[in-house]
């Protein structure tokens, strides 16, 4: 296959468009989440609750406003073919200036520090958080999303036993969802990493903040954990922004990896239900 | 359908500290402070040194936001309630400088219902992710101290039927326990 050059202008251009479009117009993934999940609410605050978040998207997306005020750090899967060539300027580089201009023109937050202690605001909100793999092909797919504060903090990590098994992963993930309650915006996604090593859960639990809501795992028994999940915790009772009712979250995202014979690592990155994502190929 | 929301101005009356119960839906109308991270942490330093404020907190209801930039010809960008547990380290010391109201999303902890009780303070849940929404309830919003800290900077904010929930009262009742008990299923 013949090398086929991608300008970094059209990369930046790209991301400068998703950041502003995923932050002001939610998905039909979630609208369509919202609508099932008021089928099955009881709680009439919580069906009042839905109903005001579902007018805070329509408000968002009408006015170009932000869906929430925390525009996120952004966040990207990028599959970089290995045919593709990148002229002009560096990918990294290229993805930032798409963010630093998305975010101004679009009246998004900055919320990015330039380092954890010193904690200066960087203005721009860049850096992003960038995650590269290398794949077949001469394409570039962008994935983004823009991942609030809020739900971040609430994740957990936990490396159990072998002998902790499945049941062991489900108490946990469950207590995870539990924990975060009301801090993390119910109704959630609750994007789970199971396997790999220590780093590599936690990233397979992120992947899940780019998969459409709902959409199952492909493998037969990874959809079915999800559904499990799903229900387990629904039945918590947390609700839509904690307030009790039905709905604790939409949906549950997992994603597996092989791991060490020692090992058992099961990683709960949490989603609020501002899950703004957005895709492109270039 | 849950009842209609009770009109309550702000700052609060006394009356009304007492009155308000956890699970009561509220719209607000009058004035906010706001304030989160960085301005609770600063607050807390000047009062721990024996400094003024630079806003008095007396009787007032404060909202934890960080909003996003306004657009031109706009009073304020979208700004929903951020997580309020964050603020818990400071919040005792506030509320026994005089504040009446906190409005944020999420836990609070034992130190600060505590000294919600013990000076009458009531703290008020708005939907998180509901920001475009919320927006629309602020008429007029101005930088009150530290323009440094940007987004964290405390402002004065006119709002008029801002949209917001009763989670734990001046008796330390807890809309969080309550409604999560009574939606629980066990297997």
Redesign the interface.
Known sequence: MAIREIEAGKITEAVRKMVIEANTDIGEDILGAFEKAKQTE?????L??ID??E??AG??AR?K???????GFACFLVEVGQEAHITGAGLEDAINEGVRRGYKEG?????ILNDPIE?K?T?DNTPAHIHMEMVPGDRIHIKFSAK?G?SE?MSQLKMLKPSDGLEGVKEFVVKVASEA?????PPLIVCVGIGGTFDRSAFLAKKGIFREAGKPNPNPFYADLEQELLR?IN?????P??????TTALAVHVEVFPCHIASLPVAVNIQ???HRHREVTL | ??APPLKIRVPLSREDVERLKA?D?VHLTGTLITGRD?AHKRMVELLERGEKLPVDLKGQVIYY???????PGEVI????P??S?RMDKYSPRLIAEGLTGMIG???RSDAVVQAMKKHRCVYM?A??????????SIKKSEVLAWEDL??EAIRRMEVEDF?A?V?IDADGND??K??????????
Request: glycine share 18%; aromatic share 4%; hydrophobic share 30%.
């Open positions: 009881e709680s009439p605050l919580a009042s609750i005001q978040i007018e805070n408000i968002a006015e406003m932000p869906y929430c005020q925390d525009t009246y998004l937050r900055a919320s904690r605001n203005k609030g809020g903090n309650g009301p801090n993390a915006c387990k039945d918590l009772g947390i609700g922004q904690g307030l009790g009712g039905r609020c239900h501002a | 359908m849950t699970g839906v960085a936001v960080g909003p996003s930039p306004a657009k960008g979208s700004a929903g951020t997580t547990s999303k999420g836990y849940g939907v998180g992710g509901a920001a475009a929404l919320i927006a629309k940007g987004t949209p929930i989670i809309l969080y309550i409604g999560r008990e009574k939606y629980k299923r066990t297997a």
